[in-house]
């Protein structure tokens, strides 16, 4: 038997990402959003949704591009903080002590402290209501080695990466990997297939 | 030192959802997604990308309804399945053992045995390349009492849910709770802020 608990934005992982952009002043900023996701296989791309009233939001419009910074755990308070708050009055890199680096692939910065980070040229945007999702196709995405698998993609264990519960506003680290997807539910003769 | 993976959709944990829907012959299906997210706070709206071809597509387009199914990991193989055959020549629930119960909300069918359930009515459509972006305003969200924490909201920990990690093609559950979101990073003194 289930209850009802109305409509709400919870009870999903979501993830934990650090947007960069560089504003009008040319200066780098960065703002926290769990409100994102990849969104196509082919162009890739991601959807991150922000506030107009956000300071990132007219930087982005106006560069066309933004990079996607995935955190680790031990970038937590960093990444708390960048979505606390706002890039208007304060310089969150220089706050957080994090190093912004220009993106040579696009017109935006990306935190070299972060293990992953995504790339992307604005493509689209999406009015929703009080969040204006901005469509952004993946250019490339940088990784440290160390956090690649054998495959030479990111692994989020290695990356030791991080997931929001916006029900309990709290943050997750990832549990053990315990099951193959593509597999697991396969029936037998069954060919692999992808998304 | 970063190294270049080229523009590719991974890096980053995805939720694990499993989209309910009526086909044209009234039958309910299923099939699992990771290409989705929260996209708005108010109106409370959720993003999952299908591609055309897929079974659910014209469903979701002719009922304007689906609902996003947050699977545990007791129901990984279920999950992985929905995902694996195509609901056109495969009754999925009957195949997989789970259970359809009809939504009182939207015109589409939520599992029984999932932890949480979110009822969306279908109010956009974005096309993006290989994958449509279907946007959802969430109706309503049930969820078992077992799963929700003190305040009420589900708890990803209680649920057991799962995340998935599309460079490794692996299922990973949820790690402990470290930190407090909108707090851990505060500076002294600031208040405390909403999305």
Redesign the interface.
């Known amino acids: 038997?289930?209850?009802?608990?109305?409509?709400?934005?919870?009870?999903?992982?979501?993830?934990l990402?650090v947007i960069g952009s560089y504003d009008e002043a040319g200066r780098a900023n960065i703002m926290t959003a769990?409100?994102?996701?990849?969104?196509?296989?082919?162009?890739?791309?991601?959807?991150v949704?922000l506030?107009k009233s956000r300071h990132s939001f007219e930087s982005i419009i106006k560069r066309e591009a933004f990079t996607?910074n995935?955190p680790n755990?031990a970038h937590?308070?960093?990444?708390?903080?960048?979505?606390?708050?706002s890039g208007t009055d304060t310089d969150k890199f220089e706050q957080s002590g994090l190093t912004a680096v220009h993106s040579e692939v696009v017109d935006a910065p990306y935190v070299a402290e972060f293990p992953?980070?995504?790339e992307c040229r604005l493509v689209?945007t999406?009015e929703?209501?009080?969040?204006i999702?901005l469509?952004g196709?993946?250019?490339?995405?940088?990784?440290?080695?160390a956090v690649?698998?054998e495959?030479?993609?990111?692994?989020?264990?290695k990356?030791d990466?991080v997931?929001?519960?916006?029900?309990?506003?709290?943050?997750?680290?990832?549990?053990?990997?315990?099951?193959?997807?593509?597999?697991?539910?396969?029936?037998q003769g069954?060919p692999d297939?992808g998304?």
């Open positions: 038997m289930k209850v009802s608990i109305g409509a709400k934005t919870v009870g999903t992982p979501t993830p990402w769990a409100w994102g996701g990849i969104c196509c296989s082919e162009p890739p791309c991601v959807t949704s506030r996607v995935i755990r937590i308070r960093e990444t708390d903080f960048a979505g606390i708050v992953v980070i995504i689209k999406v929703l209501g009080v969040h999702q469509i196709q993946v250019m490339d995405i940088k990784a440290d080695k690649l698998g495959n030479g993609m990111p692994d989020l264990i990356m990466t997931t929001y519960d916006s029900g309990q506003r709290k943050y997750l680290g990832m549990g053990e990997k315990f099951a193959d997807a593509f597999s697991v539910g396969k029936p069954q297939i998304h």
